[in-house]
């Protein structure tokens, strides 16, 4: 049996899409484990949390960051130059490993020398890409700049009197990393973030895989929507329209485009009871006064089942992510039966069949997600999810690319 070990910061939160496909591998009967620095759940002998000292060097290595970040445009999103982290190639899961995931391992978890530490050891490393940091000089999403299909440098990010080219200088070390082994395999969850990886400087010479992520539709599944809103205390008789992020103002979520298209539907006639319900976000008082709707903060909800029934509540799930790669809360919603609009950009068309599952705006059109929004309540749209999206089609997809990385080496 082959043995699989993921290596994540964390299990909850972004971890979630680590954690899912960790458990389909299981049912599979692929003897599959996690690696991860910080213990949001309790360890068991598939998962284990990394001890005190892994912390304190993640904790050294954000003081760094933040002096590295200190003038970058937070408009352009998140930027890591993986300064610190922990060699982990001797712990137990690492060794017994057959095939070794890599997701998302910064926040001071692993450095670019300890994932050369994992590549000596001559196993396949794959990087599932959770979003472009392994295909650029550091940022997380790159937007409209294409600089990492030849080489970063003059990032738009950090402004000109920078002393350091900190883009160029992690550029030029994953480029000799990733040159030195053979044994470094790359996934990408959504058909865009494939074509990056492809045309990417970095990896247009590596094996660039597309497999999407896994929603667990034994728990992500319709139930009836007034027993949903009744537990949720919320109004059976009202048009509820849903959004979730962990960060409302994160350059990437879009929330200004969803503001404008919330502003232009409170003109049409028959929106009096129309309401918005957020979640992954606490009470914020200026969005609420900003809003032209009732609105109702759910916070941060850290059990999945809460999750499905705020899908399973509202009417239509909005998702307006100027820059995203294939987001969970989309198939979570679609998974729930509940259709999705947003964007025309990165996965979510791979997710989105126009006008039959939801509706895909034109990119950064706050009108036509208002148009949006319209189409799927007068038309009853419902979620669902494509064939794509299958459980067994995508443990199916991670079986053949281990089957394949086997008959390359030999």
Same mark, same amino acid.
């Given at each position: 049996?082959?043995?699989?070990?993921?290596?994540?910061?964390?299990?909850?939160?972004?971890?979630?899409?680590?954690?899912?496909?960790?458990?389909?591998?299981?049912?599979?009967?692929?003897?599959?484990?996690?690696?991860?620095?910080?213990?949001?759940?309790?360890?068991?002998?598939?998962?284990?949390?990394?001890?005190?000292?892994?912390?304190?060097?993640?904790?050294?290595?954000?003081?760094?960051?933040?002096?590295?970040?200190?003038?970058?445009?937070?408009?352009?999103?998140?930027?890591?130059?993986?300064?610190?982290?922990?060699?982990?190639?001797?712990?137990?899961?690492?060794?017994?490993?057959?095939?070794?995931?890599?997701?998302?391992?910064?926040?001071?978890?692993?450095?670019?020398?300890?994932?050369?530490?994992?590549?000596?050891?001559?196993?396949?490393?794959?990087?599932?890409?959770?979003?472009?940091?392994?295909?650029?000089?550091?940022?997380?999403?790159?937007?409209?700049?294409?600089?990492?299909?030849?080489?970063?440098?003059?990032?738009?990010?950090?402004?000109?009197?920078?002393?350091?080219?900190?883009?160029?200088?992690? !550029?030029? &070390?994953?480029?000799?990393?990733? /040159?030195?082994?053979? %044994?470094?395999?790359? *996934?990408?969850?959504?058909?865009? =973030?494939?074509?990056?990886?492809?045309?990417?400087?970095?990896?247009?010479?590596?094996?660039?895989?597309?497999?999407?992520?896994?929603?667990?539709?034994?728990?992500?599944?319709?139930?009836?929507?007034?027993?949903?809103?009744?537990?949720?205390?919320?109004?059976?008789?009202?048009?509820?329209?849903?959004?979730?992020?962990?960060?409302?103002?994160?350059?990437?979520?879009?929330?200004?485009?969803?503001?404008?298209?919330?502003?232009?539907?409170?003109?049409?006639?028959?929106?009096?009871?129309?309401?918005?319900?957020?979640?992954?976000?606490?009470?914020?008082?200026?969005?609420?006064?900003?809003?032209?709707?009732?609105?109702?903060?759910?916070? !941060?909800? &850290?059990?999945?089942?809460?999750? /499905?029934?705020?899908? %399973?509540?509202?009417? *239509?799930?909005?998702?307006?992510? =100027?820059?995203?790669?294939?987001?969970?809360?989309?198939?979570?919603?679609?998974?729930?039966?509940?259709?999705?609009?947003?964007?025309?950009?990165?996965?979510?068309?791979?997710?989105?069949?126009?006008?039959?599952?939801?509706?895909?705006?034109?990119?950064?059109?706050?009108?036509?997600?208002?148009?949006?929004?319209?189409?799927?309540?007068?038309?009853?749209?419902?979620?669902?999810?494509?064939?794509?999206?299958?459980?067994?089609?995508?443990?199916?997809?991670?079986?053949?690319?281990?089957?394949?990385?086997?008959?390359?080496?030999?």
């Amino acid at each position: 049996m082959i043995k699989v070990v993921h290596i994540q910061n964390s299990t909850l939160s972004a971890g979630r899409a680590m954690l899912r496909l960790h458990n389909a591998m299981l049912e599979a009967n692929i003897d599959s484990s996690i690696l991860t620095l910080i213990q949001d759940i309790n360890d068991t002998a598939e998962i284990k949390s990394l001890g005190r000292n892994a912390r304190i060097v993640a904790r050294l290595d954000y003081f760094l960051q933040s002096f590295v970040r200190r003038k970058i445009k937070k408009k352009f999103g998140m930027y890591t130059f993986p300064f610190l982290g922990t060699n982990v190639s001797h712990e137990k899961q690492i060794q017994a490993a057959d095939v070794i995931y890599l997701h998302w391992i910064q926040g001071g978890f692993l450095s670019l020398s300890n994932i050369r530490q994992l590549a000596k050891m001559g196993k396949p490393v794959i990087f599932f890409m959770h979003d472009m940091w392994s295909i650029t000089g550091g940022c997380h999403h790159s937007f409209t700049c294409e600089k990492y299909k030849t080489k970063c440098f003059d990032c738009q990010m950090f402004p000109k009197e920078n002393v350091i080219d900190w883009p160029a200088l992690e !550029f030029r &070390k994953k480029k000799k990393l990733f /040159s030195d082994f053979k %044994n470094l395999y790359f *996934v990408a969850p959504s058909k865009w =973030l494939r074509d990056c990886a492809t045309q990417s400087f970095l990896t247009k010479d590596k094996l660039v895989y597309h497999i999407p992520n896994i929603v667990d539709s034994d728990l992500f599944k319709p139930v009836d929507k007034i027993i949903a809103r009744q537990f949720l205390n919320l109004s059976v008789d009202e048009t509820i329209i849903a959004f979730g992020a962990m960060s409302i103002t994160s350059p990437y979520k879009g929330w200004m485009e969803l503001q404008k298209a919330l502003e232009i539907l409170s003109h049409d006639s028959n929106v009096e009871r129309f309401s918005i319900l957020i979640f992954g976000s606490g009470y914020n008082k200026q969005i609420e006064d900003s809003m032209p709707f009732k609105i109702r903060f759910m916070g !941060f909800l &850290k059990d999945e089942y809460s999750t /499905s029934l705020v899908y %399973n509540a509202a009417d *239509v799930f909005i998702t307006p992510s =100027l820059a995203d790669n294939l987001p969970t809360t989309v198939l979570e919603s679609l998974s729930c039966g509940t259709p999705v609009v947003g964007f025309d950009v990165g996965g979510i068309p791979d997710m989105i069949k126009h006008k039959w599952n939801g509706y895909l705006a034109k990119y950064g059109d706050a009108e036509d997600i208002s148009n949006g929004i319209r189409f799927c309540l007068q038309n009853n749209i419902k979620g669902q999810l494509l064939p794509d999206f299958e459980k067994g089609t995508i443990i199916k997809k991670h079986l053949e690319l281990m089957n394949t990385i086997k008959s390359v080496r030999n």
